[in-house]
């Protein structure tokens, strides 16, 4: 690092989401469940003992771990350059690749169709 830039903060730790394996809800801190008395921000640790699925009423020994939102992957300090792919999530950038693979044969595809 030159004497000249800024340090990069580091990325805040994210909550991660859980899963009900009975019916596939989906619990995600950041959203919460304000309708049921869950502030946004709560983590799933932090739950109320009695807490059930909104879904199923399933406790909570049935949910798992299915980790935090996808983010852009790579060194957040890199993400600012390239031409703007180097901020995308791993699921956008393979739409982008495979898009891409598919238009090309469409185009070579459309070759046939000249007289």
């Given at each position: 690092m030159d004497a000249n830039e800024t340090p990069v903060p580091a990325r805040p730790a994210e909550l991660s989401r859980h899963e009900c394996r009975v019916c596939g809800y989906i619990y995600e801190p950041r959203k919460g469940i304000p309708d049921k008395g869950v502030p946004a921000g709560t983590a799933f640790e932090n739950l109320p003992q009695d807490w059930r699925c909104p879904v199923c009423g399933a406790r909570t020994p049935a949910f798992t771990d299915i980790g935090p939102l996808p983010q852009a992957s790579g060194f957040p300090e890199n993400q600012k350059y390239g031409l703007g792919v180097n901020s995308l999530t791993p699921g956008a950038k393979?739409?982008?690749?495979?898009?891409?693979?598919?238009?090309?044969?469409?185009?070579?595809?459309s070759f046939y169709g000249l007289k």
């Open positions: 393979s739409l982008l690749i495979y898009g891409g693979l598919i238009l090309g044969f469409l185009f070579l595809l």
